[in-house]
């Protein structure tokens, strides 16, 4: 039996529990620029890119009204949105600060760069885009070694398409 999974597997879709729809569409929408696909009512959404069904759904139903859960809990840490180059990236940076949505962090991580915020129902929200591979550091082994460096965002913003 083979104890790896398919190297084609991969995360389809992430599905929050949302206090308010309106105000988490507002947020993945209006801010990130994710294309409403369909809505159930007043209960829930789904949004995509690139005319994908959905790679976010947003649901109230268990939630309408709901608080964030509390600090010290199990749950979601963050959400991870990759995005295909440094430029579109950039213009993530350039719309989150249009929106006047604070960071709560920006990493090199040698492998990736990335955004750290949160959405408004306080979930992590990881905004990233993937070094090719070949360019990944690694040890003198071959072993993969991620960095935790300052993610230098004037030069980020200035790759945004305007």
Request: glycine fraction near 10%; aromatic fraction near 6%; avoid cysteine.
């Amino acid at each position: 039996m083979n104890s790896t999974i398919d190297p084609r597997t991969d995360i389809g879709h992430v599905h929050l529990k949302v206090a308010d729809l309106e105000r988490a569409i507002a947020f993945y929408h209006g801010v990130l620029g994710f294309e409403v696909t369909q809505r159930m009512g007043k209960s829930a959404a789904f949004l995509g890119a690139g005319g994908y069904h959905h790679h976010i759904g947003l649901n109230t139903w268990e939630s309408l009204g709901g608080k964030a859960p509390p600090a010290n809990t199990t749950g979601l840490y963050h959400v991870a949105i990759r995005y295909p180059d440094r430029a579109t990236l950039g213009d993530a940076l350039r719309r989150l600060i249009a929106a006047k949505i604070p960071l709560e962090g920006a990493s090199d991580h040698g492998v990736s760069e990335a955004l750290y915020l949160r959405d408004p129902d306080g979930n992590g929200v990881e905004l990233y885009r993937d070094r090719p591979r070949e360019d990944w550091p690694r040890t003198a082994q071959g072993e993969l070694q991620m960095t935790l460096d300052p993610l230098d965002l004037d030069s980020l913003l200035a790759t945004a398409k305007p």
